[in-house]
């Protein structure tokens, strides 16, 4: 369940970013594809930091086929 929980908080985290953005201005609003590009994008970053948990489930290898 921990993987469940980290990769909860990495979508929640990033559309929260997304969020900011748009209410304060500072970017333009992405678009679904590439918000779902940046959350797999800062998952790879999370597994290269050793967040083991969230490679073990194999999310992102089935985002990527």
């Known amino acids: 369940m921990a993987g469940l ?3 909860f908080m990495l979508i ?9 953005g748009r209410v304060f201005g500072r970017q333009q609003p992405l678009a679904a594809a590439q918000l779902s590009e940046h959350i797999l994008e800062d998952s790879r970053l999370w597994i290269q930091a050793g967040v083991k948990l969230i490679a073990a489930l194999g999310w992102l290898d089935a985002a990527q086929s």
């Not at 929640?12 to 900011?20: D, V």
């Open 12 to 20: 929640s985290w990033r559309i929260w970013k997304e969020r900011n």
């Open 5 to 7: 929980d980290s990769i």
